[in-house]
């Protein structure tokens, strides 16, 4: 049988107090309803319509996937209202799924598992079994076990409120069924709005069977209406990110303090110490080993190199056995070679260093291919920027640059070449030479330390020193 996938997210997110509309709040840094549409196309369903409302532009702008189809919720009358919104685009003789934009961590396998029982064409919903399940429509069940009805906790009386089996919302059914139990619903409960769980006691009434399957694990049927319960599910994604790192040979200090917002693929006996972050994609190689703080987004890190602290490494690549950091910053496009070691303050962007090439003090090094062998003395900067152009830095194998030197680019460094301490080389320097541009050191035998200067000195020595009106400066 076709499945068709309906995706309710037309909720305004009130009680998250924000301008972002709900669906779009990001856990585990993507969207909540990105979570979702991953577990929908596992289920490879004909078509996924998602309910839309409040923000609704947003969302779609969001999600501008060829997959999908929208259907406008202009008022929010209750979640049978909301998914009648998408039947007009649904055959009848497709199974329909209802998920929500805010239960982010449903599991395909669960999913499947439902779509499963209601193979024969009757109607599942997925329940979860609560200690305190206040606040959810719970599931009625007759002496004999089987699904009645659901109460709405609004709608309840003491003794349907003592029942633990909560109705998730997960549903599934029979198109054309479906599509005539919600044309019956009508809104005169205690919320004055259109049931979705009202369709069951239609369905039982015309002979349907009703199915509910416990959900396996609670997590995966929470929903988010507030910053804590985003939290609480941010904590469970993190714990499962941890486990798996765990599972696939990587050490972590601790398995509450680690990040993970994206996909990681680890080699074996990688180490990681505690608060770091790990975005997009990111590789790390065996017995790679992370230090406390480090951050790295979108990059791909070689066997044996170390990332020491608080390093942030964006858009990278490292080879084998480097030293990047304490501090370091690997931004864009920057390609660190085998051996090379990258020290504390040191920044590259767009920018090469070669097999075994150091920079390990307080550098900016932009749109630099240095070569193999390379020394970079502390403080050394790439002048890449002229105020409207960003200029390239050549460094040959073996050259040695001198710390607080600043390279004016366009500019090349020959091989071999040395640049004295202190130069500012706006001529490419030649190879094997020695390059320097340096004032001449003079020592004044008679000079002494100025004396505290008072009041008066002081306004006449400030005055001495404007600007002239004609913009030349003064004697
Ligand atoms: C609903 C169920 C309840 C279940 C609970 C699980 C109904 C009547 N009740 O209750 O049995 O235990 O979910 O969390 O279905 N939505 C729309 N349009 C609407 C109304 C809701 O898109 O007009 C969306 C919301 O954005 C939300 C979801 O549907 O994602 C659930 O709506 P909500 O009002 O939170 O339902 P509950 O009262 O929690
Ligand atoms: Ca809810």
């Given at each position: 049988m076709s499945l068709s996938l309906v995706i309710l997210a037309a909720g305004q997110g009130k009680r998250m107090h924000s301008d972002l509309p709900?669906?779009?709040q990001p856990l585990a840094?993507?969207?909540?309803?990105?979570?979702?549409?991953?577990?929908?196309?596992q289920l490879a369903p004909s078509a996924i319509h998602i309910v839309y409302g409040h923000g609704g532009e947003q969302v779609q702008a969001a999600f501008p996937d060829a997959d999908l189809s929208w259907a406008l919720q202009a008022e929010q009358l209750g979640t049978g209202h909301a998914v009648a919104q998408a039947m007009p685009n649904i055959p009848d003789d497709h199974q329909v799924l209802i998920l929500y934009g805010d239960v982010p961590l449903i599991a395909a396998t669960t999913l499947r598992n439902l779509v499963e029982q209601a193979a024969d064409g009757g109607l599942a919903l997925l329940s979860v079994l609560l200690e305190d399940a206040t606040g959810y429509g719970r599931v009625l069940r007759d002496n004999a076990g089987n699904v009645y009805r659901i109460v709405e906790e609004k709608d309840a009386n003491r003794k349907e409120r003592t029942v633990r089996e909560a109705n998730t919302g997960v549903l599934i059914a029979k198109a054309a069924q479906l599509r005539q139990w919600?044309?019956?619903?009508?809104?005169?409960?205690?919320?004055?709005?259109?049931?979705?769980?009202?369709?069951?006691?239609?369905?039982?009434?015309d002979g349907?069977?009703?199915?509910?399957?416990?959900?396996?694990?609670?997590?995966?049927?929470?929903?988010?209406?507030?910053?804590?319960?985003?939290?609480?599910?941010?904590t469970e994604v993190r714990r499962r990110a941890a486990r798996t790192l765990m599972m696939a040979g990587a050490t972590l200090a601790d398995p509450q303090r680690i990040d993970v917002r994206g996909h990681v693929q680890v080699g074996r006996d990688v180490r990681i110490d505690v608060n770091v972050v790990l975005e997009g994609e990111v590789v790390l190689g065996d017995r790679v080993t992370l230090g406390p703080g480090v951050v790295i987004r979108n990059a791909t890190i070689a066997a044996d190199t170390q990332i020491r602290a608080y390093s942030v490494i964006d858009g990278a690549r490292?080879?084998?056995?480097?030293?990047?950091?304490?501090?370091?910053?690997?931004?864009?496009?920057?390609?660190?070679?085998?051996?090379?070691?990258?020290?504390?303050?040191?920044?590259?962007?767009?920018?090469?260093?070669?097999?075994g090439s150091k920079a390990n003090h307080l550098s900016y090094l932009g749109d630099a291919t240095i070569g193999a062998g390379v020394n970079i003395g502390a403080g050394t900067i790439t002048c890449n920027y002229d105020g409207k152009n960003k200029w390239p830095t050549v460094i040959e194998d073996g050259a040695f640059v001198?710390?607080?030197?600043?390279?004016?680019?366009?500019?090349?460094?020959?091989?071999?070449?040395?640049?004295?301490?202190?130069?500012?080389?706006?001529k490419?320097?030649?190879?094997?030479?020695?390059?320097?541009?340096?004032?001449?050191?003079?020592?004044?035998?008679?000079?002494?330390?100025p004396e505290k200067a008072d009041a008066n000195e002081r306004a006449a020595l400030i005055d001495r020193a404007r600007i002239k009106e004609d913009g030349s400066s003064p004697e």
């Open positions: 709900k669906v779009l840094g993507r969207p909540l309803l990105g979570h979702v549409l991953t577990a929908a196309r919600l044309a019956s619903l009508k809104n005169d409960n205690a919320q004055g709005e259109y049931y979705l769980t009202d369709v069951i006691t239609v369905a039982v009434r349907v069977k009703v199915q509910a399957m416990p959900a396996p694990t609670i997590p995966e049927v929470l929903g988010v209406n507030d910053r804590l319960q985003l939290a609480d599910l941010e490292v080879d084998a056995q480097c030293v990047i950091g304490p501090f370091a910053r690997l931004r864009p496009g920057s390609h660190i070679a085998d051996g090379a070691h990258v020290g504390n303050f040191v920044e590259l962007k767009n920018a090469t260093l070669g097999l001198g710390s607080g030197s600043m390279l004016v680019a366009p500019v090349v460094i020959g091989a071999d070449a040395t640049i004295g301490a202190g130069s500012t080389i706006n490419s320097a030649p190879r094997g030479q020695l390059s320097l541009e340096r004032g001449r050191q003079q020592s004044f035998a008679t000079w002494k330390r």
